[in-house]
């Protein structure tokens, strides 16, 4: 016997067939779609017809499923069950009573610039959200966004494209050290200051490209005394010893309002950047994706 192809069924035959198999009886099934009873009985005909089986059978009073009848509306009550859900999706995120998971793309030195925040909001309209980091190459992030693997990405991502996204802040690259080190006391500027980096020694951070790349424009790379795989090792580092980082300023001015550490900042090339959350253009109308994204935009736009 050759199977049936899904395209010669009409979806509302399948609505006519449920509301007979429940009824029992045509011409109610018929009154509850909106349908005269001759128009029931012809749909019926026509899916007699396609499936090969009389489906129902008359009885006193209505009818009688027939065995395939029977098979049949188990999968055609749960298909149009499912279909009657989607359909009928709250377009409104709930977040006080919501326990969803929202993973995000960020870097260590993200999370250290981004979560605090944000957890404590979070913790205020929705305490039973959770979020997950997953940091990933920057070849995954679309990709990622786009299978909803990961719903949001924060960051510098020039080599991320075809997303959604908004500017959250705009920051530069600066150098920091340790809190009374000789050449914070130095008044160099402009090329002067640029040139005197060669007396530095650096460490650097093995996942972040941009400052691995400044590093490389400047002939920095034989300066490089340590390369570590995390950002947040490095205050420690800088602290305790005359190695330089470069970082970002809004970072390194949290560190630096602790004490112990000094700013200095070189017009670099490639100095200034821009920090974005990137979203997945399919899911850009989904209520909870929504939410979220409005919800980071007021705490960091």
Same mark, same amino acid.
């Given at each position: 016997?050759?199977?049936?192809?899904?395209?010669?069924?009409?979806?509302?035959?399948?609505?006519?067939?449920?509301?007979?198999?429940?009824?029992?009886?045509?011409?109610?099934?018929?009154?509850?779609?909106? @349908?005269?009873?001759?128009?029931?009985?012809?749909?019926?005909?026509? @899916?007699?017809?396609? *499936?090969?089986?009389?489906?129902?059978?008359?009885?006193?009073? $209505?009818?009688?499923?027939?065995?395939?009848?029977?098979?049949?509306?188990?999968?055609?009550?749960?298909?149009?069950?499912?279909?009657? /859900?989607?359909?009928?999706?709250?377009?409104?995120?709930?977040?006080? &009573?919501?326990?969803?998971?929202?993973?995000?793309?960020?870097?260590?030195?993200?999370?250290?610039?981004?979560?605090?925040?944000?957890?404590?909001?979070?913790?205020?309209?929705?305490?039973? /959200?959770? *979020?997950?980091?997953?940091?990933?190459?920057?070849?995954?992030?679309?990709?990622?966004? !786009? $299978?909803?693997?990961?719903?949001?990405?924060?960051?510098?991502?020039?080599?991320?494209?075809?997303?959604?996204?908004?500017? @959250?802040?705009? !920051?530069?690259?600066? /150098? @920091?050290?340790?809190?009374?080190?000789?050449?914070?006391?130095?008044?160099?500027?402009?090329? %002067?200051?640029?040139?005197?980096?060669?007396?530095?020694?650096?460490?650097?951070?093995?996942?972040? %490209?941009?400052?691995?790349?400044?590093?490389?424009?400047?002939? *920095?790379?034989?300066?490089?005394?340590?390369?570590?795989?995390?950002?947040?090792?490095?205050? %420690?580092?800088?602290?305790?010893? !005359?190695? %330089?980082?470069?970082?970002?300023?809004?970072?390194?001015?949290?560190?630096?309002?602790?004490? $112990?550490?000094?700013?200095?900042?070189?017009?670099?090339?490639?100095?200034?950047?821009? /920090?974005?959350?990137?979203?997945?253009?399919?899911?850009?109308?989904?209520?909870?994706?929504?939410?979220?994204?409005?919800?980071?935009?007021? *705490?960091? &736009?």
């Amino acid at each position: 016997m050759n199977p049936m192809h899904i395209d010669a069924i009409d979806l509302n035959l399948l609505r006519l067939f449920d509301a007979v198999y429940r009824a029992r009886n045509v011409s109610r099934a018929a009154e509850s779609l909106g @349908l005269t009873q001759p128009a029931a009985s012809h749909g019926l005909g026509r @899916l007699r017809l396609l *499936l090969k089986d009389a489906l129902f059978v008359r009885k006193p009073g $209505g009818v009688s499923p027939t065995p395939r009848a029977d098979r049949l509306a188990v999968a055609v009550q749960s298909a149009l069950g499912t279909l009657e /859900v989607a359909l009928n999706e709250p377009d409104r995120f709930e977040p006080g &009573a919501s326990r969803k998971t929202f993973r995000i793309h960020m870097s260590d030195i993200g999370e250290g610039r981004f979560l605090p925040a944000l957890m404590a909001r979070l913790g205020e309209l929705a305490p039973g /959200v959770r *979020l997950e980091t997953l940091p990933l190459q920057p070849t995954e992030i679309a990709p990622a966004l !786009d $299978g909803g693997r990961v719903d949001f990405a924060f960051g510098f991502l020039p080599k991320v494209g075809d997303t959604q996204r908004v500017t @959250l802040l705009k !920051d530069r690259y600066i /150098v @920091l050290l340790r809190n009374g080190h000789p050449f914070a006391r130095s008044r160099r500027n402009g090329q %002067a200051l640029l040139a005197s980096l060669q007396k530095l020694e650096y460490v650097a951070v093995r996942t972040h %490209a941009e400052t691995l790349r400044i590093l490389q424009l400047l002939n *920095l790379e034989d300066r490089v005394r340590l390369t570590t795989e995390h950002f947040m090792v490095l205050p %420690a580092i800088v602290r305790a010893t !005359d190695l %330089a980082v470069v970082m970002p300023r809004n970072i390194a001015r949290g560190f630096a309002e602790e004490g $112990g550490y000094a700013i200095v900042e070189p017009a670099f090339p490639l100095r200034d950047f821009t /920090v974005s959350l990137h979203w997945s253009k399919r899911f850009e109308a989904d209520p909870a994706n929504r939410w979220l994204r409005q919800v980071i935009r007021d *705490l960091f &736009a």
